[in-house]
């Protein structure tokens, strides 16, 4: 793996702090310049290793980065790129680590400099924790990073940016942003409302009755609701799909329990069961 | 607490076997007679250390109990009191480890024997894992119990069987069954349906892309599917209303998705947040 020279992470949370971690105790990257707002949390990072160097200027900060990792929010993405792209040197690579990719894949489409590449990525790793505190070395080791070039992405770039997310321990997947955003609402957006609906069903007074179930079940729930808002609004109608497949679910379940249907009942549960099963072999994607 | 001389555990499997481990190793009974089905199973918990001695023969195996736990799946445990109680010892105490308890309570009002006692229990606290192998000492520890006497059970009865379940560990909370199961459908039964509808509604070809959320989401869907068509059918009534309140959230939610109403969309992520996070300062119900 090319050993970078510098590389700039905007937004030093779990997921940018994880990164930085990797590229300095790996020996990936000399320098590692975090990005971000508030001068406390770019001293956790600093403090904790995930950076070399900090600032709160996006501009000065990406200046001399060979690779520039925009880690914020999913709201925060495209306007992030766009202003540090000027900014970057000639040759400069650019990725992101958003859990949505249209949106911001086609924001970027002919609005950066020349010579400066985007490339999209998604680490499907992270946690219900946040900020650099909670940033692991290793985050991305066996867990599957979706990389998402357009037809127009130079096959060059995109071969770079697949070697970096390898050269921190990633499978790497390719596909489009379209895919991608189908796919994540199934494996991950939906799933998180479906936590927040159960969570917000259950009556305050019988918590203490809450089995492990119920706890693993809603673990997800208790993430930012201001993250999740961005990414469940910027995949809306992939996300408004996946619910209602699930709302079908239930109510074939319901339906099935209602009209003693036991039969009926005991094929959704085995096709639950066997979907779960089968999803055991497959690599993790995520830390629990 | 008193030390007792013969406790039979009928049903050796995860929850039975745990109960026969902290009662032999520390030192709660002189003996342990497992009884079971298969022998095979029985020859599991003998050597795991569940039990002191084993039979199929549930008559023989209740004879010179002071104590009968049943721990058989949902659809057998009332089965197995009645077939039990006639051949229990004068002044024995039965209770039951099942995860509904109107049905079984019911059961058994009028059919027991003179001098033969039956509460109802519920230890919240398993996995989805199952058998005498998977038995874990001290599995009750800083979990919940729930106890549902009616009004003819003799209190002092009551009371020797909370006194059981606190000298595993385990804290003990006295509900009426009907409470118990509409309670525990909501904490339990149902967040046991949205897995296996969440795990089921994902298509197969990308679990490659399920996050950490989605395995946690959909962990208990891989629990055994004919013990959960028992206990959903035997609460089928709580369910299938627990399944509707869970079916409006998730339609609040795609509609507010829809309507790209926003504010809608925070509150209930909010809700779900802050009830997620309010149990966490609960006793634990189950073991991860």
Same mark, same amino acid.
């Given at each position: 793996?090319? @050993?970078?020279?510098?590389? %700039?992470?905007?937004?030093?949370?779990?997921?940018?702090?994880?990164?930085?971690?990797?590229?300095?105790?790996?020996?990936?990257?000399?320098?590692?310049?975090?990005?971000?707002?508030?001068?406390?949390? !770019?001293?956790?990072?600093?403090?904790?290793?995930?950076?070399?160097?900090?600032?709160?200027?996006? /501009?000065?900060?990406?200046?001399? %980065?060979?690779?520039?990792?925009?880690?914020?929010?999913?709201?925060?993405?495209?306007?992030?790129?766009?202003?540090?792209?000027? %900014?970057?040197?000639?040759?400069?690579?650019?990725?992101?680590?958003?859990?949505?990719?249209?949106?911001?894949?086609?924001?970027?489409?002919?609005?950066?400099?020349?010579?400066?590449?985007?490339?999209?990525?998604?680490?499907?790793?992270?946690?219900?924790?946040?900020?650099?505190?909670?940033?692991?070395?290793?985050?991305?080791?066996?867990?599957?990073?979706?990389?998402?070039?357009?037809?127009?992405?130079? /096959?060059?770039?995109?071969?770079?940016?697949?070697?970096?997310?390898?050269?921190?321990?990633?499978?790497?997947?390719?596909?489009?942003?379209?895919? @991608?955003?189908? +796919?994540?609402?199934?494996?991950?957006?939906?799933? @998180?409302?479906?936590?927040?609906?159960?969570?917000?069903?259950?009556?305050?007074?019988?918590?203490?009755? #809450? %089995?492990?179930?119920? !706890?693993?079940? #809603?673990?997800? +729930?208790?993430?930012?609701?201001?993250?999740?808002?961005?990414?469940? #609004?910027?995949?809306?109608?992939?996300?408004?799909?996946?619910?209602?497949?699930?709302?079908?679910?239930?109510?074939?379940?319901?339906? +099935? !329990?209602?009209?003693?249907?036991?039969?009926?009942?005991?094929?959704?549960?085995?096709?639950?069961?066997?979907?779960?099963?089968?999803?055991?072999?497959?690599?993790?994607?995520?830390?629990?």
């Amino acid at each position: 793996m090319k @050993h970078w020279d510098t590389v %700039a992470v905007v937004g030093v949370g779990l997921i940018g702090g994880s990164i930085g971690l990797d590229l300095l105790r790996g020996g990936l990257a000399q320098r590692v310049v975090g990005i971000g707002r508030r001068p406390a949390s !770019l001293k956790v990072a600093l403090r904790r290793g995930c950076v070399s160097e900090t600032t709160t200027n996006l /501009e000065q900060g990406v200046a001399e %980065a060979e690779l520039v990792i925009v880690c914020t929010p999913v709201g925060r993405i495209l306007t992030d790129i766009l202003t540090a792209a000027p %900014a970057c040197m000639p040759g400069a690579l650019i990725t992101d680590v958003g859990s949505t990719k249209q949106s911001i894949v086609a924001g970027t489409r002919g609005k950066l400099p020349v010579g400066v590449t985007f490339v999209g990525s998604h680490p499907i790793a992270g946690s219900e924790k946040s900020g650099a505190a909670a940033a692991l070395e290793g985050l991305f080791v066996k867990r599957t990073t979706v990389v998402t070039p357009t037809d127009e992405t130079p /096959e060059k770039a995109v071969l770079t940016i697949e070697r970096f997310w390898k050269s921190l321990g990633s499978r790497v997947v390719r596909m489009t942003p379209e895919a @991608h955003d189908e +796919a994540l609402a199934a494996t991950s957006h939906v799933p @998180h409302v479906v936590a927040a609906a159960l969570a917000g069903a259950t009556p305050a007074e019988i918590l203490g009755l #809450t %089995a492990g179930g119920w !706890l693993d079940s #809603t673990r997800i +729930a208790a993430a930012d609701s201001q993250l999740w808002l961005e990414i469940l #609004t910027d995949n809306r109608r992939q996300v408004v799909a996946g619910l209602k497949k699930v709302e079908g679910r239930l109510a074939a379940f319901r339906k +099935a !329990l209602d009209a003693g249907d036991d039969a009926a009942l005991q094929t959704l549960l085995d096709e639950g069961r066997a979907r779960r099963e089968a999803a055991r072999g497959k690599p993790k994607a995520t830390v629990k």
